[in-house]
């Protein structure tokens, strides 16, 4: 294992761990014999990364400007009404967290929005609640 | 001007599935004239081309290829960028969508000239949903033998918008943070792992496969002097058709965001991202290229009903957010302006608020390490320029706002 592995090695651990333990930081850093501080520091640059628990899915909204521009702020407030939680928190029972993104390259269907890897565009409050539904 | 669709002239024809329906088109029959070529035969018709980046940066691609395949060693490296996270911008995750062997064939090519062995696809994270169908056409392009000298590796991002900028980007390949690193050297002579490397944005790379076909001097006859070639143009914001569109370079702005794409009272518009220029609506008849305006190809279109401070600040948020934080200017900068935009947004402006903007703003375009911070002052520059008024505005109604707090005690 060679040190430009380090961030697929990340990216692993959180997929298996739905979030980037200390000890899978550990672990990482002592199979690359970096110091664990390295770690850290790669884990919590990325945005996508998450050094605390997630929910099963991944919400997020973009709130970059062309987003805002077709009431993408609406689509977040719908949301929180939704799942009755404010961005950067998980639900009770652990199904979603929900995130504020920057843009997302969805701009011709904005407002738009990622659930994990899956892009979802031209969104209204309702299609939103119909597109939850159908993650367990 | 209509549409001029050479690059795009696959998508929504092809199956982007299927390699034969490219074939179908003449897919790979530049890749095949490129090998009966000498290399240096390959980037004289680069050059001759005048083709540059398409990423935002516009450095003459033809002379950077000279550079890498001129720099010692058997090592060299070609990268693609798709970190594609400029705001506004998603032409080329409409390429990687309908068209993705176009660029398999460019980097084909490139990578010929310049001579790597080993090319990187560095796909951001936001774009995980098209990475199955990039490596099926990764999978299918070898199989048929075209990359029978190149290995593709697809490495993916985690959300990182620097990430993007070249040295930034190499460093997330090599496993670190995704910091702006100090140049000379270039990449060309040192770049990922210390090796010669070419980072080329994927709607350059899939101008190549037309210039080999076409010739040099061939490309070259559609565009501007400067500006060579036809761009793809991303149209968001307030307007009937938003999409991609590609244009002959030089074309003007009014063409397409009105004709094309339908906008109405146009308050102005923000050509080539977050960083890029605004354009009030009255100067819609500026050309698109890059002697004038032209950044990533995004174009942001806001109605006259719109607030210019206001985008200013959630503009200036994303930078300071998106800012790797390494340099101080940038870093320190973004923080600044965000803290005096939101008080100018919140009607808590004071006079000096407008010269501070604009010394921060020297200060940061001279002394930041990369891209990033040497340009986001440009929106805030700007908007200074032709909506001076607004802010001055905003701030009279500040001193307003606290006059009334001292009568009321």
């Known amino acids: 294992m060679e040190r430009n592995e380090l961030l697929n090695m990340i990216k692993e651990e959180q997929e298996k761990g739905g979030h980037v333990s200390e000890g899978a930081m550990a672990g990482i850093a002592q199979t690359l014999q970096l110091p664990i501080g390295d770690v850290y520091g790669v884990t919590t640059f990325y945005s996508f990364l998450s050094t605390k628990p997630l929910g099963r899915h991944v919400i997020r909204i973009c709130k970059s400007v062309p987003c805002f521009l077709q009431d993408g702020v609406m689509m977040a407030a719908a949301i929180e009404k939704e799942l009755g939680i404010s961005p950067g928190e998980t639900t009770a029972d652990g199904r979603f967290t929900f995130e504020l993104t920057n843009c997302i390259g969805a701009c011709d269907q904005a407002p738009a929005m990622l659930v994990d890897d899956e892009v979802y565009g031209d969104l209204t409050p309702e299609k939103m609640v119909e597109i939850l539904k159908s993650y367990d | ?409």
């Open chain 2, 1 to 409: 001007m209509p549409e001029k669709r050479i690059l795009l002239k696959n998508c929504g024809k092809i199956d982007p599935g299927d390699i034969q329906s490219y074939e179908g088109q003449g897919g790979f029959k530049a890749l095949e004239k490129t090998l009966g070529m000498s290399p240096d035969a390959v980037i004289a018709e680069v050059k001759a081309s005048g083709l540059r980046g398409r990423g935002g940066a516009g450095f003459p691609c033809g002379a950077k290829w000279e550079l890498a395949r001129k720099s010692p060693g058997d090592e060299k490296y070609l990268i693609c960028n798709a970190d594609e996270g400029e705001v506004g911008t998603f032409k080329d995750r409409y390429i990687l969508q309908h068209d993705p062997f176009s660029l398999l064939e460019g980097m084909a090519i490139s990578a010929y000239a310049i001579g790597a062995k080993k090319a990187y696809i560095y796909l951001r994270a936001e774009y995980r949903y098209l990475l199955e169908g990039l490596l099926k056409a990764v999978s299918q392009a070898k199989e048929r033998e075209y990359l029978k000298d190149l290995e593709i590796e697809i490495r993916e991002g985690a959300g990182a918008y620097i990430c993007g900028e070249e040295s930034a980007l190499m460093n997330s390949i090599e496993g670190k943070r995704g910091e702006s690193r100090f140049r000379p050297p270039f990449p060309p002579e040192s770049g990922l792992f210390e090796k010669p490397t070419i980072i080329n944005n994927v709607e350059t790379l899939v101008n190549i496969a037309h210039i080999i076909l076409k010739g040099g001097t061939g490309y070259a006859a559609l565009g501007t002097e400067q500006s060579k070639g036809t761009k793809l143009f991303c149209v968001s914001g307030d307007v009937e058709r938003p999409g991609v569109y590609e244009m002959e370079l030089g074309c003007d702005l009014r063409e397409l965001v009105v004709d094309l794409a339908g906008a109405e009272d146009v308050g102005w518009v923000q050509v080539g991202g977050s960083t890029g220029a605004i354009i009030p609506g009255e100067m819609l008849q500026t050309p698109l290229s890059y002697e004038t305006v032209l950044g990533s190809g995004a174009v942001m279109v806001f109605n006259e009903s719109r607030d210019v401070v206001d985008f200013v600040y959630r503009t200036m948020e994303f930078l300071n957010e998106e800012s790797c934080g390494k340099c101080t200017p940038c870093r320190e900068g973004t923080e600044v302006m965000v803290e005096i935009l939101g008080r100018l947004n919140r009607g808590e402006g004071v006079e000096e608020d407008i010269p501070v903007l604009e010394e921060l703003s020297r200060t940061m375009m001279l002394s930041s390490l990369c891209g990033l911070g040497q340009t986001a002052p440009v929106p805030v520059l700007d908007s200074l320029k032709y909506f001076k008024k607004d802010y001055e505005n905003r701030i009279s109604q500040s001193v307003f706002l606290r006059s009334l707090k001292t009568v009321n005690g």
